[in-house]
């Protein structure tokens, strides 16, 4: 690396590991008044009156709660919490036959990067898609229902962190790993890191008709860390960018082991060309994957040197530039996808390593930005007029610059210490320059107290003028990592599910609600209703369900109501079963009755005056 | 019954059930702008400021979410979502051991009422009660932590729908059940209802120095459903009342065959006296509870005639007074404690039903209230001036009136139907009379849509001028059936747990934390501390657990970090094990091995610049 950038020394990492640098803020506009000019007060830029709504959308992903957090913007109101890789007692997600079967068992979920589906590299409000780091799954949410279509376990894939992001036409989402594990994330001694371990990146399509996620291809990687990913735009349509750490390949002690080169790499990658090569036969198929190796294709992976521990790469609107962020660096790096063309043109190569060309530096490298005492910079958005915001996690701050020149424009503080940022349609060929929202990890004593461990805080951003101001701050449940911003028009839903008469498990007339038995298995066919279930018309009490024990049951339920916010839930005292039923949705609860008894079962989704007498009983006869 | 309140027909309760009256509301101020007086604008009226605080908490149950959601009131900022009768991904709750166990297996909860532990009739800010409507639970949460405590399965109790409520010096909480089925849940055919089937209500007590949870004694009671009910507070301290529906002992299709009678009944009972009973031994033994049989004794509990399937009794904050609330009547109706003591000492009794005396409706009935044109009023809260605001259902509105009176004194449109209502301290004996919170049911096209299932709507309501004015609304999650709001000051919490040197799993020393095998058991004792994990001081990796396939894996991990606001997380990739470990905190997880590999290990919740550092390995030998 010709001109290295400034690093963080050893002990100094410690010290920042352990220590908060808070920006000075006692500049920050905190009055709630009008101006004299007229201007609306902070207090009513956020004020969102009943019969006016938000004017975007957040998605918010929500970490280690496995969920989805819905926010309007400028009002930051959590309009929902979508489960999307943990169970959810709300809305019995995980309880229903499809839900429980998708989920696969598993109780948690850390939800990290959410990603709205494209066209021409704008968000087009179909589809959301997320990864979890926790036990390494994809999903992809329907945006006019929001609700979860589809969950994909990804092999070789351990601990997606950096993901999901998708091309600008959703061609695809890559996967690629926090961590390095054995393929298959078989057993292995980690003294044979540098041997037996891999990264992994995994190239993922929606099939369209089916709403289903598969696994296209693979590349196997070197046993680093891979950190934070942006797809190309425009010019580098057809590339992505990744960070990397842990070059060293340290097997413990990462924050002093991961931490001692002074550069790790951004990881280039042409996806049309790895595309091509898989067509051509160029990759290996291992349990049922095809998977590029490096060490075996000669193009379409390069590296490019960059300070030590990046945290963010981001790629500018015009899709012509990608920025890296330092993290144990107080600098941010400009990179032109044009001049890395043209380095790889020109076989600008200074060495291979692990297979993968290193571009030189300086080919590639068009301008390093430190800001004074901006420390511990993250994440990078960008607004209307290509003008980039890096979150600054040490000095609690975000810093506007420009790409251009590297200038600083502006910089706010905020309370405290920012991961990401998200700023509305940030991430599309055109941000609208509206907003930005800080996601700081620390509160402290931003909010009324609620014991040892504090909400996360999310601050909302005004960038109608030239100077930053925050007005907002909004607690949030652990943990927003990323978000997008989305303008509230572009996301249509519908009001009700749709009559499905081809659907078998359906029941939309009373007359046709009936219970089943086959062997020992009762099927019911039943429906609700304001104020009522029925699950046999034929019987004596068409709201009793009576089994014997050891059945098994399966319940499918209709809510018949087609009108607008009239959800049904279905709960089963004692029994642990729970679903509920949109309207004019159809769901299935299975369970065996292991348990002979009397088990009221009622709606739990207030519905009408009368939902407190809707209800009725699973009877369990004893064997 | 002398006086017959109006009923709604038979007919008019179909009606009721499909559709949604909404109040008039084109009068409702909407305008932001500060009034030419002065006078702060509504936007400016819920604003806080960063550096300034929310006045008060408001506790909303989450109801079949199984979770305590926290806000800050006037802002409605959500603080804090605590976990209580349902598993959580972002905390791990229900994942380590401790409270793995207190939520015994289950998957979800139906949190219904919550409950401030009390002090001469006010909220203490010392515990939080609530009630679980799914699985028949009871919960405590300490309020310095805000974190549950404890969880007890109450037996007899199906659907304990109207607890929690305290007595005024939390001597108990009161868990009436919402449905009657024979004792123990056994099996009977619904044939035999009437002689099979019972009410039970539970007397359950907290140990102030274990927090744990016990039953006192029982109560057995007609096959009827209860519903609302309230401890009584002064002159009635001695005494709670709750509401009943389907006196009509119907087993099916209960909006029709639960509301055929034009009265229901209020159960008076004085607890003092039925706790006198147990301790004379005039109580049955069942199951080892104490079971108090109304054909058996002769006093300590009373029934009062109410106009047909009431929901809401509330106590008025002097103690003198209860306001039953008729749902399917258009009226509230206002009972005086004093002359029900008057009637029970003079023997006013019309009948006896099941064992229990009838007190003469004219001898206790003190007023019935009918605001015109206001439909489905459900529950009632209290002023720091007495006055009573009753929330409408049907007709979508709170209205404020003298309980001294039945006079109107106010009405204001809420949207949409709301079931309770919250006003600040209003369950206490001296409410503020600053705010009351309507808890809306249906939200309709207030907010964002989020596809065919809305959230519910809370609407903040400013009682500081003698005219109601809605101020804001907030979105909510499923499903807050009722809340309590406390003045910010009551909560003292701490900030990190104290270090416990007696605790035999903690490691606070680096040089302790140390792995020990005990035949196919591996105990853990490590540390997390920003930025990594020790788990064993003398191991080549410190940050690595190897175990055999097969192993008991048994982690106590402890925080070592005593830092306001720096909690750490514990995941294992791919083994769906997640902990949380607040600042100074100890967790214990336990698991077997069933299955070889490498598994990485992380923190899961943001703790520093080098947070993504903070890993390990999890590595399973195979058999």
Known sequence: MKKAVPAVSG???????????????????????????????????????????????????GGHSGQLFVYGV?????????????????????????????????????????????????????????????????????????VVKDILKVPNTVGPHCAAFVTQNSEYLFLPTRFSAPIGQQYASLDDYKTKYNGFMSA??????????????????????YDLSDAGKKVSGDWAVVTTYNTEEATTNMEINASQKDRDYILLFNWRELEKMVREGKADTINGVKIIDPLKVKSGLYLVPVAKSPHGVDVTPDGKRFIASGKLAPAMTVFSFEKAFEAIKNNKITEQVKGIPVLDYASVMEREVNPENALGPLHTQFDDKGMAYTTMFISSEIVKWDPNTGKTLDRVPVQYSPGHSVSAEGDSVSPDGRYIVA??????????????????????????????????????????????????????????????????????QQKNARIERKGNEVHVYGLAMR?????????????????????????????????????????????????????????????????????????????????????????????
Not at 204 to 225: D, F, G, H, I, R
């Open 74 to 146: 400028p009002s930051m109101r959590r309009i929902r919490t979508v489960p999307v890789f943990s169970p959810d007692s709300a809305t019995g997600y995980g309880f229903d036959k499809e839900t429980k079967e998708m989920l696969g068992g598993f109780r948690w979920g850390d939800f990290h990067h959410p990603a709205f589906s494209e066209k021409n590299g704008e968000y087009d409000g179909k589809y959301m898609f997320a990864t979890d780091v926790a036990n390494n799954r994809v999903a992809v949410m329907d945006l006019s229902t929001f």
């Open 439 to 508: 996601l700081n990890k620390l509160a402290k004593d931003t909010y009324l107290s609620v014991g040892p461990s504090h909400p996360e805080s999310m601050q909302l951003i005004d960038l109608a003028s030239d100077k930053m101001r925050v007005i907002q701050s909004a607690p949030v449940d652990p943990e927003p990592h990323y978000a997008q911003m989305i303008k509230a028009d572009k996301i249509k839903t519908i009001e009700v599910y749709p009559k499905d008469e081809t659907n078998p498990n359906a029941v939309y």
């Open 531 to 623: 104020s009522k279930f029925i699950f046999d018309d034929k019987a004596k009490r068409k709201d009793t369900i009576e089994v014997k024990e050891g059945d098994k049951v399966v319940i499918h339920l209709t809510n018949v109501d087609f009108d607008e916010d009239i959800t049904h839930g279905f709960g089963i005292n004692g029994y642990d079963q729970d679903i509920e039923v949109q309207p004019g949705e159809t769901k299935t609860l299975e369970f065996v009755a292991n348990k002979a008894g009397t088990f009221p079962l009622y709606c739990t989704n207030f519905c009408s005056a009368l939902h407190q007498e809707m209800n009725g009983y699973l009877l369990v006869q004893p064997k």
């Open 204 to 225: 993922v399509k929606m099939n369209e008709k089916t709403k289903k996620l598969e696994v296209a291809w693979q590349v196997k990687l070197p046993p680093w860390s």
């Open 11 to 61: 002990i100094l990492v410690g010290f920042l590991a352990a220590t908060v640098f808070f920006a000075d803020f006692t500049t920050q506009g905190t009055s709630t008044s009008a101006t004299p000019t007229g201007e609306k007060s902070t207090a009513e830029k956020v004020y969102i009156p009943f019969g006016q709504q938000d004017e975007y959308y957040m998605f918010a992903s």
